[in-house]
Antibody, heavy 121, light 113 residues
């Protein structure tokens, strides 16, 4: 069955960097777009970034453009999120999610269990 | 960006009764070329990641109980739970995937009355 396991979260000071990983298994990783979605403590869901199945196309929510970079290594079945210049408002649980197909305009599912990022001095 | 607005913010329903959650988009998410609504519903139980329930506004994901149904078109959508079970206590989110901003509604918290 599909499994997505995030890692790399932790406590980091404002302005510093962190890289999240999402290890995928149970499906042909290289055939699907992949997403990062975050959820601040006690808040709703916010989509963060998407990468196409081949890594050739990427989109970001405005609040992270220029600071976060989504990437993937299809040989390792792994999705990444490089987060630079972190701010307190980036504090959240970060989920990776599989796109429903290779296309852009598709639902998300399933989701990983998430990894908590806390930005605090 | 497309803004998704859910109502109500919270809802308390008796076991076995019907629960209805509404979702309104700021612009149509109906793609005219294929007549499909680019709208999904997710369920998030406490301490768990979201789970896909419905896509294309009304197609149930495999394994989702048939008491869950989705309806609506263009800008107005509804998630209905026909007979509420205790395990349905959760926060429910709608999401548009018409544009690559993939915006979510603010969530509706469903509780037992």
């Amino acid at each position: 069955q599909v499994q997505l396991v995030e890692s790399g979260g932790g406590v980091v000071q404002p302005g510093r960097s962190l890289r999240l990983s999402c290890a995928a298994s149970g499906f042909t990783f290289s055939s699907y777009g992949m997403h990062w979605v975050r959820q601040a403590p006690g808040k709703g869901l916010e989509w963060v970034a998407v990468i196409s199945y081949d890594g050739g196309n990427k989109y970001y929510v405005d609040s992270v453009k220029g600071r976060f970079t989504i990437s993937r290594d299809n040989s390792k079945n792994t999705l990444y999120l490089q987060m630079n210049s972190l701010r307190a408002e980036d504090t959240a649980v970060y989920y990776c999610a599989k796109g429903g197909s290779s296309g852009w305009n598709i639902w998300f599912g399933p989701w990983g269990q998430g990894t908590l990022v806390t930005v605090s001095s | 960006d497309i803004v998704m607005t859910q109502s109500p913010d919270s809802l308390a329903v008796s076991l076995g009764e019907r629960a209805t959650i509404n979702c309104k988009s700021s612009q149509s998410v109906l793609y005219s070329s294929n007549n499909k609504n680019y709208l999904a519903w997710y369920q998030q139980k406490p301490g768990q990641p979201p789970k896909l329930l419905i896509y294309w506004a009304s197609t149930r994901e495999s394994g989702v109980p048939d008491r869950f149904s989705g309806s609506g078109s263009a800008t107005d959508f509804t998630l209905t739970i026909s007979s509420l079970q205790a395990e349905d206590v959760a926060v429910y989110y709608c999401q548009q995937y018409y544009s690559p901003s993939y915006t979510f509604g603010q969530g509706t918290k469903l509780e037992i009355k």
